[in-house]
């Protein structure tokens, strides 16, 4: 494990997929982090790539030839991944393509997540290199998942995401096989407020398309503590939890699950990133309290 921290905050990374297990307020001593009981869920927060969400027949297509990644969102949750700069207050970690990586995804490349606390705020930055001949093609994007409630004895109710504006929230819904079914659902909002209940997420994560908002802030209506995840430059964003489980993920993404029907060549998957060779594709998303 590795650890970093500040007079604010203190995160401990696991390399195994470079993923946040520990966010402690040092204020309060309060853990931010859904701590992965495997009863509902086993994961903190996982980080996505090459894929995110569920593939059809769990496979790519790249030029014409099938490719299996069996792990929903992508290998990197479950890929060992190299520290290569720790300071007290930065972590990076490294997956360079291997013969592994290569006969699930056909591109040479490396991906890292750096971890830098900023005062009040944990940024968590992804980095794609283009290591190929030609271009590579890939989504990437977030996973965490926060204790809600945040302290012993509150309710899950009083729990409410607080959008950066107030916008007719539509998701995009999906199949019993965690595909984009081609139909949408108003969600019911208190002007920019959703509030959180136990049946939120009965028929799986909600999946927002070009937000207006930027910002969600998870807030109760008995304290002022709250988390902010801020993701400026992702243009879709997930939220979940597993029904019955004290947390709630806040999930930025650039990139989304598979359309029902015939599966598609992996430049044309929707909200696809392209890399052309020899170049650097970097994006983050911060969290603070």
């Known amino acids: 494990m590795t650890v970093i921290e500040n007079d604010f905050l203190k995160a401990t990374i696991n390399p195994i997929g470079a993923q946040l297990s520990s966010l402690i307020n040092k204020a309060t001593g309060t853990e931010l982090m859904w701590q992965a009981d495997?009863?509902?869920?086993?994961?903190?927060?996982?980080?996505?790539?090459?894929?995110?969400?569920?593939?059809?027949?769990?496979?790519?297509?790249?030029?014409?030839?099938?490719y299996t990644i069996e792990t929903r969102h992508g290998f990197v949750r479950v890929s060992d991944m190299l520290p290569i700069e720790t300071t007290s207050s930065q972590a990076k970690f490294s997956l360079p393509y291997n013969q592994h990586t290569l006969e699930m995804y056909p591109f040479k490349f490396e991906y890292q997540v750096i971890y830098d606390l900023i005062d009040n705020a944990l940024r968590v930055t992804y980095k794609v290199i283009n290591l190929d001949a030609g271009s590579i093609y890939f989504s990437v994007g977030g996973h965490p998942a926060f204790n809600v409630p945040f302290h012993a004895g509150e309710k899950y109710e009083d729990y409410y995401l607080d959008f950066e504006v107030e916008e007719p929230l539509v998701e995009h819904l999906l199949n019993t096989e965690g595909f984009f079914n081609g139909e949408t659902?108003?969600?019911?909002?208190?002007?920019?407020?959703?509030?959180l209940t136990r049946n939120l997420f009965d028929h799986d994560a909600l999946i927002f398309k070009n937000l207006k908002s930027r910002?969600?802030?998870?807030?109760?209506?008995?304290?002022?503590?709250?988390?902010?995840?801020?993701?400026p430059h992702f243009n879709y964003l997930g939220i979940w939890a597993k029904?019955?489980?004290?947390?709630?993920?806040?999930?930025?993404?650039?990139?989304?699950?598979?359309?029902?029907?015939?599966?598609?060549?992996?430049?044309?998957?929707?909200?696809?990133q392209k890399l052309d060779h020899g170049h650097v594709f970097e994006t983050a998303f911060f969290v603070s309290i």
């Open 215 to 231: 910002q969600v802030t998870i807030r109760s209506t008995q304290h002022d503590e709250h988390i902010t995840v801020d993701f």
């Open 185 to 195: 659902s108003p969600v019911k909002l208190d002007g920019k407020k959703l509030f």
């Open 38 to 66: 495997e009863k509902f869920w086993p994961w903190h927060a996982p980080n996505l790539f090459p894929v995110i969400g569920s593939l059809i027949n769990n496979q790519i297509i790249v030029n014409g030839k099938p």
């Open 243 to 272: 029904t019955g489980a004290d947390f709630v993920c806040v999930e930025p993404w650039l990139g989304c699950a598979d359309s029902a029907g015939e599966p598609k060549e992996l430049k044309h998957k929707e909200a696809i």
